[in-house]
């Protein structure tokens, strides 16, 4: 039987040496690719010009979850290397895990004496630890590492400084695994320009777990399943959103997880509005979009969960061709890369 959705169709290439391994300095200095769906126009600007692509009224909607640094570097009481990374807490001194090369009933060390025990693992692949002590995430405050992606940790390696820099300035809530990197380009200085200009700002929180980046198995894409998250759209945020599109403004969401929270919203019968849950909608092509009429993001992987969303709302074939054009003129790629607007 053939694919529904085939994961080969949203591949492309790329040279290994444009995945950015460290973040554009000044945060506003990265490139923007500006895709316009209705004048079939690409334009090539830089993040800070932002303001200038849209219209007073406008508001933008950003999610201000904040990364745990919950990457742990220790031994195995056998003595080989322990390097994980903690997904979820699931009762005091109880968390999954993902890591490699672990047996149940395994002891791990790691600095100032913090001990965990392997109990086995879960029917998703992630590994249950059982702490000595119940107070991790204070330790996680002092001793974890930004958990950055897999394709950069294989370049270098994560460090104490990565952990301002792979979180957003307006980051609050935190509980995620990795950052909402849309977010990442933007700057007081950005935020200045867009209130001048008169562009609004609403905050959402989406705890980024693994459902953002887990990988499509096999090759029809309309079969994978996304991983619940946890969200929350408070009232007087929900009220801005509400009141720029009651004015005629759109609603641009910064970022995939952003765009799936206002969707899962939107979706229910009541409409966008303040509420909280758990998400696990997967947008893909065939998708209708209901609350989002333009999309902030960054460039993602190929066959990739965001890039089926960015296909979505851009066309895959309109998107493939913004990325090749952005290959070809040496845009930076993925997480601390550089950023795409889709109008």
């Known amino acids: ?13 790329y040279p290994e040496d444009l995945i950015a391994t460290v973040p554009a300095e000044p945060r506003d200095s990265s490139r923007l690719l500006v895709v316009d769906r209705a004048a079939s126009r690409v334009e090539h600007a830089v993040f800070r010009d932002l303001p200038r692509f849209l219209r007073p009224g406008d508001c933008l909607v950003l999610n201000r979850t904040k990364v745990v640094p919950c990457r742990l570097l220790g031994r ?22 993902l890591a490699s090369g672990f047996k149940a009933g395994q002891t791990l060390e790691f600095p100032d004496g913090m001990i965990a025990r392997v109990e086995g693992l879960t029917p998703d692949g992630e590994y249950r630890l059982r702490f000595a002590s119940a107070d991790v995430r204070p330790y ?13 940790a294989k370049k270098r390696l994560a460090s104490r400084a990565d952990a301002e820099r792979y979180q957003t300035v307006y980051a609050r809530d935190a ?6 990197t849309a977010g990442l380009h933007f700057t007081p200085e950005v935020f200045a320009g867009l209130k001048a200009a008169g562009i609004r700002t609403a905050f959402v929180t989406l705890h980024v777990g693994r459902g953002t980046f887990r990988p499509i198995v096999g090759e029809d894409a309309d079969a994978h399943v996304m991983l619940p998250e946890r969200y929350e759209v408070e009232a007087s945020e929900a009220e801005r959103m509400l009141a720029a599109r009651a004015a005629g403004g759109r609603l641009i969401a910064v970022g995939t997880t952003a765009t799936r929270t206002l969707e899962t919203l939107a979706a229910r019968p009541e409409g966008l509005g303040p509420g909280s849950g758990a998400s696990a909608l997967y947008i893909r092509p065939g998708h209708r979009f209901r609350a989002v009429d333009a999309l902030l993001t960054n460039f993602h992987l190929p066959r990739s969960t965001p890039l089926m969303l960015a296909s979505a709302f851009a066309g895959r ?3 493939l061709a913004a990325y090749e054009d952005a290959v070809a003129r040496r845009y930076r790629l993925f997480s601390f890369g550089d950023a795409t607007l889709l109008l």
Request: overall charge negative.
């Open 140 to 152: 996680l405050a002092e001793h974890g590492l930004p958990p950055l992606p897999p394709y950069i």
């Open 76 to 97: 195995k009481s056998t003595g080989g290397k322990a390097d994980l990374l903690l997904v979820r807490e699931t009762a005091p001194a109880e968390w999954t895990a």
């Open 317 to 319: 074939e309109r998107l």
């Open 175 to 180: 509980g995620s695994i990795a950052a909402p």
């Open 1 to 13: 039987m053939s694919p529904v959705l085939p994961v080969s169709d949203f591949d492309y290439a």
